[in-house]
């Protein structure tokens, strides 16, 4: 019998009572093109991505997987700082639930990082499920990925300090990324930052089922998603660790990783078990698990005290596995990253 779904924080859960319902109404196969036609992602086009001067913004392409088309990465240069030192790269891969999203969502955040840490930007535009089902999205991925290694000191980067970094269906791919680069003899990440991950396609965890109706990403969205980008394979025998990571049967020889998640939320119950795999496997993992929060709480109410002790985390563990490879170079005093534009999945 699943049992009752754990309580939300209660500043998030008054944060959340304006727009839940709608939030929680479900997101099927008809809501994929509106959504992807809403305002919201209108908005995404006219964000200011140099944070008031402190970035230079431009937009590069790479070459794509054999027979695909290019790549598209928007990269993200600070245009202050020591001059010839080598920065930090924080490869970024955007989240919406494999269905939906560009390079431009999400990445404020990572833009706020980049401010504290002295680092690069790059974030990654895939194709999107179903019109381009898996390996589609992670091949993508892969690809701008080879090629930010490639050109990390044209862009003023080390390329031996690249994180890779996503939130939801961004935090998943990051993962089976990081799976790729290692089984296929890639360059090697200093770290996966995985934020509420979407990692397993059976979405039948305890978690997925108490949070059914409840999350603002929930089982039945969450089907949506997975089955978007694996058609009828989705939870069958034959699933690819590169689509869902949660599949990998070894996970020794991974960069470190960060993984955080809320208790009340769909993915809770697949983020610990990657983690604890993780450390069974030999590696390294640092695991947050914020109590009462859903999915995206961070992003929804950024000025919550959950959120901001989470925001604090995030960056305080990229500063220590930056800090161990030497100087980052910040441009600013320290401080907490601000608004985490994510999207459900």
């Not at 980049?114 to 990654?124: I, M, P, Q």
Request: proline share 10%; net charge negative; charged share 20%.
């Amino acid at each position: 019998m699943t049992s009752l779904p754990p309580p939300f924080d209660p500043e998030l859960a008054a944060a959340l009572e304006p727009v839940g319902e709608l939030l929680r109404s479900g997101f099927t196969p008809a809501d994929i093109e509106p959504a992807r036609q809403g305002p919201y992602m209108q908005l995404l086009a006219v964000l200011d991505l140099t944070m008031g001067g402190a970035f230079e913004v431009e937009d590069r392409t790479a070459p794509g997987p054999p027979g695909a088309p290019d790549v598209s990465l928007l990269v993200c240069r600070p245009t202050a700082g020591p001059a010839g030192v080598p920065r930090p790269v924080i490869y970024h891969v955007h989240g919406g639930g494999m269905v939906l999203g560009t390079s431009r969502l999400g990445v404020n955040v990572v833009l706020d990082w980049a401010r504290e840490l002295g680092a690069v930007v790059v974030s990654v535009e895939y194709r999107l499920a179903p019109e381009h089902p898996h390996p589609a999205p992670v091949e993508d991925v892969h690809a701008g990925l080879l090629w930010t290694a490639e050109h990390a000191r044209e862009l003023g980067g080390d390329p031996d300090r690249i994180v890779l970094a996503g939130a939801s269906a961004g935090g998943g791919l990051a993962a089976a990324l990081a799976l790729m680069l290692r089984d296929r003899g890639g360059p090697r990440p200093a770290g996966q930052m995985l934020l509420c991950p979407m990692l397993d396609d059976r979405n039948d965890t305890p978690s997925a089922h108490q949070m059914a109706g409840v999350d603002v990403w929930d089982r039945a969205a969450n089907e949506t998603g997975w089955t978007a980008l694996l058609g009828d394979r989705r939870g069958g025998p034959d699933v690819s660790p590169y689509a869902a990571p949660a599949r990998a049967g070894d996970l020794a020889g991974l960069p470190p990783a960060f993984l955080d998640v809320g208790s009340a939320e769909t993915f809770r119950d697949e983020v610990v078990d990657y983690a604890s795999r993780i450390w069974q496997a030999g590696g390294v993992a640092e695991l947050h698990v914020w109590p009462g929060g859903f999915h995206g709480f961070d992003g929804f109410a950024p000025e919550a005290a959950l959120s901001r002790s989470a925001q604090a985390a995030h960056l305080d563990w990229l500063r220590r596995l930056l800090g161990e490879a030497g100087d980052t170079g910040g441009l600013t005093d320290a401080g907490g990253p601000g608004d985490v534009s994510g999207l459900g999945g």
